[in-house]
């Protein structure tokens, strides 16, 4: 269950959360429109298109503006919906 937002550091956080969300989006909408790959989950690449998008977001994001350009995590998940497929998405509802 997600807590109400109460004081200015919930706030704050939302918003960071919010704009790592956005960058991940972004850095994935941009790797598979250079991979030309159209697939929305993992499961239906090969292990070489898994490979080169993992090059793809660490030499053109990770690299270039740090390691910790999609927050400080361990692990990130990717489910491969780039901002275009969430617009489609949305306005779909």
Not at 10 to 16: G, I, V
Not at 20 to 29: F, M, Y
Not at 49 to 62: A, I, P
């Amino acid at each position: 269950m997600v807590e109400k937002i109460s004081t200015n550091a919930d706030l704050d956080q939302y918003f960071s959360e919010r704009t790592h969300v956005q960058k991940l989006r972004d850095a994935i909408g941009f790797c598979k429109d250079l991979l030309e790959i159209n697939a929305v989950h993992d499961s239906r690449l090969g292990y070489e298109e898994r490979v080169n998008f993992e090059k793809c977001l660490t030499e053109n994001f990770l690299v270039k503006h740090g390691y910790d350009y999609f927050g400080k995590r361990d692990l990130i998940y990717l489910d491969l919906y780039g901002s275009n497929d969430v617009n489609k998405l949305r306005a779909l509802q």
